[in-house]
């Protein structure tokens, strides 16, 4: 029976802080004035993130959130305490490729 609870209290302690796993970490590495896109270096590579609300983050700007997969999410800027919302245009890519979306994207 002892060996039950502590299994269950094991998983669902998993299961409580899975969504913090989930979460990327990464620092604004380009972003230019006038251009609503900006380039973020994670450990897996770079991610490009078009602002769509909140804080306006800045380069060196450290962030956390799920910007490793696509679509519209809520991530944290760290550095200026801050929530911001963003649509990630793509995400695990070369820096040059990284470099690339993004002057497609504001030439």
């Known amino acids: 029976m002892k060996i039950f609870r502590f299994t269950l209290v094991v998983v669902l302690i998993l ?4 969504s913090f796993a989930l979460a990327a970490k990464g620092m604004v590495v380009f972003k230019k004035s006038r251009c609503d896109y900006f380039i973020v270096q994670t450990i897996m590579g770079y991610a490009i993130l078009e ?21 519209m999410i809520n991530i944290y800027n760290l550095t200026a305490d801050s929530e911001l919302t963003v649509w990630v245009e793509d995400y695990w890519l070369s820096k040059s490729r990284a470099i690339e979306e993004y002057y497609d994207k504001c030439h």
């Open 51 to 71: 602002w769509y609300g909140g804080n306006d983050p800045d380069e060196g700007d450290v962030i956390v959130g799920n910007f490793e997969s696509y679509g």
């Open 15 to 18: 299961i409580l802080f899975s």
